[in-house]
């Protein structure tokens, strides 16, 4: 028995490392050259005292790391560095490229632990030169150690703090935070609130970095909309209004953070079901509380099944590989079992709360007619809203209207405002307008790559 892992985050390892304890042989596909995923990339090459800048989560993240690539010294675990999958089929086949050469290989069972994507907050000038997003910038940071200067960063959620924090550490403050986030969004959000643990530790870390960032003297404008950004060689203008009021403010970079989606690109391939996430404003796959999907033996952990953050994550990873044992007659200890099933619960109340908090704006969900939505293809929201006048019915019919989807990414960044924006001309809620019809290849692979195939048995 072998089992296939998707993805180096802390799911992934924590999934991988699970079933080699119990001797079980485990393949683990990775983008990166090494393990760590997003939130831990490239901690296995930072030294302790560059580490510390990117906090706390990032350094314990170090332990796991080495805990991986101690168990893939043996020959229970191969990790596959580096490697773009670009299939994943029902029977549970894998196809990867690495350096001009791609494989196959089939499994017992396929974990995905593919994590989560930035939401693409379309507005005008997101296109221009030196504007990006909060993550892509974090991961200058991480492996190359530039940091973005006079940076002005616009959006909501955890990571735009996260990300402002680290850049203090790294000695180039922001300018200015513009967050989208506003009272009324406070107020629901507090009613999500459950007292417990993991709700105090969350919010103590955010009252943490927002104490840090004041003490630096980083400008925060709340309850931010309707933002432009205009460019011209290395400065930015941006303009936004608040409370009616118009504002700018001149920047070096601009970072942009709409929040996090899951990475359904596998899921939606496969065919599994999924379900419309009404406070998170995207899709998600069905799973039961083990990561167990619509198909058998087809597995789901992490924030691929729904966004709980890297410490829900682990524990994730630790039940899709216990419901692996199980489905496979391997023994689990049910006390174990159910421990690590109460602690994954936990993370669902500080969801709810910074879901609601931080959800997506209609003015960036529903941008203006001539906003570019579809980068790979240079699709403009105008030309959606034409295409549903003229009679398109929802993502799949747009392709031929206006191929949009059909780039490089595949509609992971223009997916759910394409959905957003024929909901809205149709007036149908979301759920109904569906999503991408996705097929493989899942990331662009050359002739030569297929050519050059090799089958593993």
């Known amino acids: 028995m072998r089992v296939g892992v998707i993805g180096g985050g802390p799911a992934g390892m924590m999934a ?38 990117f906090g706390d989560d990032y350094v314990a993240g170090g332990d796991l790391v080495k805990r991986f690539q101690s168990a893939s010294l043996t020959d229970k675990l ?57 993550g892509a910038a974090q991961i200058l940071m991480k492996t190359a150690g530039f940091v973005p200067k006079n940076a002005v960063l616009i959006g909501s959620g955890p990571l735009l703090y996260l990300v402002a924090t680290q850049m203090l550490e790294m000695g180039n403050s922001p300018v200015a935070l513009l967050e989208t986030q506003n009272f009324q969004d406070y107020f629901r959000a507090m009613t999500k609130l459950r007292p417990g643990p993991v709700v105090f530790s969350y919010l103590l870390k955010g009252a943490r970095m927002l104490r840090q960032l004041s003490r630096a003297g980083v400008k925060r404008y709340k309850g931010v909309y309707d933002v432009s950004i205009s460019s011209d060689k290395n400065t930015h203008i941006i303009r936004f209004d608040i409370n009616g009021s118009p504002y700018q403010i001149e920047a070096g970079s601009v970072l942009l953070h709409a929040g996090v989606q899951p ?124 295409a549903v006048h003229l009679g398109c019915l929802g993502p799949n019919q747009l392709k031929a209207f206006s191929r949009c989807g059909m780039g490089n990414c595949q509609g992971r960044y223009c997916g759910l405002t394409v959905v957003n924006l024929i909901a809205d001309t149709r007036n149908l809620p979301p759920e109904e307008v569906g999503y991408y019809r996705i097929r493989s290849p899942i990331k662009p692979v050359t002739l030569e790559e297929i050519a050059n195939h090799d089958i593993i048995d």
């Not at 997003?38 to 030294?47: F, V």
């Not at 391997?330 to 969801?351: C, G, M, P, Q």
Request: glycine share 8%.
């Open 263 to 386: 990475n359904i690109q596998f899921s939606q391939s496969l065919g599994l079901a999924h379900q419309w996430n009404k406070i998170n404003q995207c899709w998600e796959p069905e799973t039961d509380a083990m990561g167990r999907t619509s198909r058998e033996h087809i597995y789901i952990a992490g924030d691929g099944a729904g966004v709980l953050g890297a410490d829900a994550a682990k524990l994730s990873g630790e039940l899709a590989a216990m419901a692996v044992l199980h489905d496979h007659g391997f023994h689990v200890d049910a006390a174990t079992e159910a421990a690590t099933l109460a602690n994954h619960r936990r993370y669902r109340s500080i969801r709810s709360f910074l879901d609601t908090l931080y959800a997506p704006k209609h003015w960036h969900n529903l941008p203006d007619d001539d906003t570019i939505i579809c980068r790979c293809e240079e699709v403009t929201a105008g030309k959606v809203r034409d």
């Open 16 to 53: 991988a490392l699970t079933l080699v304890e119990k001797n079980i042989e485990v393949t683990l596909f990775d983008e990166q050259p090494s393990a760590g995923g997003q939130i831990y990339r490239h901690i296995a090459n930072t030294n302790p005292e560059e580490a510390r800048r």
């Open 78 to 134: 191969t990790h596959i560095s580096t490697a773009t999958v670009w299939s994943v089929s029902e029977d549970r086949e894998v196809a990867w490229s690495i350096n001009g050469q791609s494989f196959s290989q089939g499994f017992s069972a396929i974990i995905l632990a593919t994590g989560a994507l930035e939401r693409a907050m379309p507005v005008p000038g997101w296109t221009n030169p030196g504007v990006m997003t909060a």
